[in-house]
């Protein structure tokens, strides 16, 4: 019943700049924690930002400084903004939210499909 789906992923030349978008849509009560993970060839899942219901925002270290996420609670949605790529950014890119289908139920996890991005020359 609850579909996230990403956009804005593609190729960008090292030092550029993605925008990546995520919707949620269905069945929702209310989203708390909103999240952006990757998974580059070969290697684990990671987190890479997440930011809470109440607006405060994690960032893994290897991005601080040069991503931003943001949420817009009116149009279920959240946003990575991604400046001074580096080819090492290159990974499928996943957005995660905790969501609440009804009042009187917990929030669970729901994923994307992931968008990919690749940063190259």
């Known amino acids: 019943q609850v579909q996230l789906v990403e956009s804005g992923g593609g190729l960008v030349q090292p030092g550029g700049s993605l925008r990546l978008s995520c919707a949620a849509s269905?069945?929702?009560?209310?989203?708390?924690?909103m999240s952006w993970y990757r998974q580059a060839r070969g290697k684990q899942r990671g987190l890479v930002a997440s930011?809470?219901?109440?607006?405060?925002?994690y960032y893994t270290d290897s991005v601080k400084g040069r991503f931003t996420i943001s949420r817009d609670n009116a149009k279920n949605t959240v946003t990575l903004q991604m400046n001074s790529l580096k080819p090492e950014d290159t990974a499928v890119y996943y957005c995660?939210?905790?969501?609440?289908?009804?009042?009187?139920?917990?929030?669970?996890?729901?994923w994307g499909q992931g968008t990919q991005v690749t940063v190259s020359s």
């Open positions: 995660g939210a905790g969501i609440r289908t009804d009042s009187r139920t917990s929030a669970r996890d729901y």
């Open positions: 269905g069945s929702i009560f209310d989203i708390i924690g």
């Open positions: 930011i809470s219901d109440g607006g405060s925002t």
